[in-house]
């Protein structure tokens, strides 16, 4: 038999984002709860602001019966001379019944005490008050709060409480509030309890009370108001994923509605502006003809007739922020950038100040510029001094915002407020847009910088954050890495894959190193392979069969196992691919770091002749891509087949065995200067 259940804990208003952070957990903990007491079936999981629903159309009344089969010790070990063991005591125990009680059952060949009991399933109303506790026990919101005299504590108090089976009010209790049959409406229509007798009714009434129930249904809601405002006003609303689930998660009535402000605040940088709005005040921003208006969307959670007091209200409270932004921006302006007081600011215990790390970005820019001063030049149209001054002055005044006014007061700008300072001054473009962009990219898919030159940037300023935490001990395990290192590694490999730049790990690793204490290069060389695994989109196998050939330039890692990976992908590889695993598994008995000498007049069989001159073709011709060089060697199958048919590479004869093996060996070193072909697995 089954029922209806409906659950809803009142609360008093959530915090959006930490409730955002587990709300697949919340419901999956559901999910496991009722699996644990076997009442598993389908159910929904609503949230507003106010309230954590449960909504079962149809709940078992009571658990199903449960057969219990315990195996206990071998007969032999629980009985000896008619007499009780002490094993066989403890397992007797254990199922709290007298041993001549147990019964015998084979397992595994052997006679073993057994014992079978069918428990009786539960009501599930004796059953939902300890599933509930268990539920909001396991939401793990981080910080929780403790009310009146309760030792107990939740996210925010809880205040009503409905458990429903049917129209029945089950028995329940959570945080000292028992179960009845109310709910409350919005605020701003009742702060009385309304009675709710039917189940059935529960969204109607909500909906009457001005509570949109289904956070869906909010964002919906939000979006089509959006979209009427863009519409009757010419303009368009930034669409922000993060702001927009939030504003659904802290509103029961969301009213959008259009506001605001003085112009003359337009002077801000855009980030300021939006960072000030969304931030503080989590209000939409607002674009005409492709700029940013002084024009914003706030999402109202008010029920009213008229919403002018409201847009009134929101343009009062966001003019102070701008305000304070404004004078910000123009104290810091007339300040300029500069480094003073970065000298005070320690990056990490161990490795300094800020200037500091700026010092060792330097040289580790240059060193970079240095590999690629020709493209450069030829790229900007500037001489390899001009770059080097520019160089210096775009690491140099990199972190300089730190100690300005707007970052201060909105951290997430930092780089940002430094280029449009460094722009506002005069300063060239190449070191504005370093600034800009030296933090980029932001994370997996984020833009990369726009030049090389900026990549240069970006990537000295990871290397220093990398090599400097490796050698003060503060590497990522297992999961965790609070220096985002495994971020660092991968915006590397983006930006040397995307603008085609020679990059030797051990030689940059070794050439840069001198500033740092002495650490373990090969842990962090294995660190940055590892990470190189994650961020190439092969087959795991190909990306390892690179890696064990010793190629340790990231560029060339990424273009032979894109080249590899394309051949191997390809249906009819893995029908040809024996043939060449035949061929690494001959060259194992070969030492490869020796030269490798093939005597033509040792050749017995013709094929033998015919298979070494093809080689030496494929390897005589220039190639202008790694897959066309891989092809050719690929090319070799038939004559390899041949060979293998006619020829006993395993000869009596030592000279003529030692040649056989060194001409196949010969083909497989070649395939080595690129991928070990042994590691493929398809």
Known sequence: ???????????????????????????????????????????????TPRRLVLKHQAIATKQPNHLIELFGPPLSAAKRDGEVT??????????????????????????????????????????????????????????????????????????????????EV????????????????????????????????????????????????????????????????????????????????????PQALLGEFDALFLELPPEAIIASMKEHQRYFPVFEEGKLSNKFVVVSNAVTEDYTKVIEGNERVLKPRLADGLFFYRND????????????????????????????????????????????????????EELQALMEESIALAKADLTSEMVYEFTELQGLMGYYYAKALGKDPLVYTAIKEQYFPLGEG????????????????????????????????????????????????????AYDLPFDMDAILHEVSDAYASYDKDKLTAFILERIKKSLDANPSVINAVLESGERDINEIAKKVEALNEIVSNPEFKEQFSTFKRVANISKEVNLDEALEVDSTQFVEPIEKELYQAYLEVIGQEYSSYKERLEALFSLKPKLDAYFDDVMVNAEDEKVRINRKNTIASIYKSFREIADIKEISI
């Not at 399933?121 to 268990?134: A, D, F, S, V, W």
């Not at 509030?177 to 702060?191: A, G, I, P, Q």
């Not at 990056?347 to 020709?374: P, Q």
Request: net charge neutral; glycine share 6%; charged share 30%.
């Open 86 to 167: 002490k094993a066989g005591e403890g397992f007797a125990r254990k199922c709290g019944v007298a041993f001549e009680a147990l019964d015998v059952a084979e397992k595994n060949g052997k006679e073993v005490l057994y014992y079978k009991q069918e428990e009786q399933g539960e009501e599930t109303t004796t059953l939902l008050p300890k599933m509930l506790q268990k539920w909001l026990a396991s939401m793990a919101f981080g910080k929780m709060m403790r009310w009146g005299d309760r030792k107990d504590e939740f996210i925010r108090p809880v205040r009503w409480l409905q458990v429903r089976m049917d129209n």
């Open 446 to 497: 984020a833009e990369l910088p726009s030049s090389v030159f900026s990549s240069i940037v970006a990537m000295a300023i990871k290397l220093d954050t990398l090599i400097g935490l490796f050698s003060i001990g503060k590497i990522p395990t297992g999961s965790k890495d609070p220096f985002a290192l495994r971020r660092a590694v991968n915006g590397i490999v983006r930006m040397v894959v």
């Open 170 to 253: 089950v028995e329940a209790e959570l945080f000292g509030v028992f179960s009845d049959n109310k709910t409350y409406l919005h605020r701003m229509v009742s702060f009385e309890p309304v009675v709710l007798d039917k189940v059935q009714e529960y969204d109607d009434l909500l909906s009457k009370g001005k509570v949109s129930l289904y956070p869906a249904d909010r964002k919906t809601k939000i979006l089509e108001a959006f979209t009427q405002l863009e519409s009757k006003h010419g303009i368009e609303i930034e669409r922000d994923g993060a702001l927009l689930d939030e504003v659904v998660a802290i509103t029961e009535h």
């Open 1 to 47: 038999m089954t029922k209806s259940l409906l659950v809803e804990i009142g609360v008093e208003e959530l915090p959006a984002i930490p409730l955002l952070k587990i709300i697949k957990n919340i419901e999956k903990s559901w999910q496991d709860i009722l699996k644990e007491y076997r009442l598993s079936c389908d159910f929904e999981f609503i949230y």
């Open 333 to 384: 302006l007339k300040r300029g950038l500069v480094t003073d007081g970065l000298e005070k600011i320690t990056f990490m215990d161990g490795l300094g100040s800020l200037i500091d790390k700026i010092n060792r970005e330097k040289e580790i820019a240059l060193r970079l510029l240095a590999l690629y001063a020709k493209r450069l030049e030829k790229e900007t149209g500037k001489s390899i």
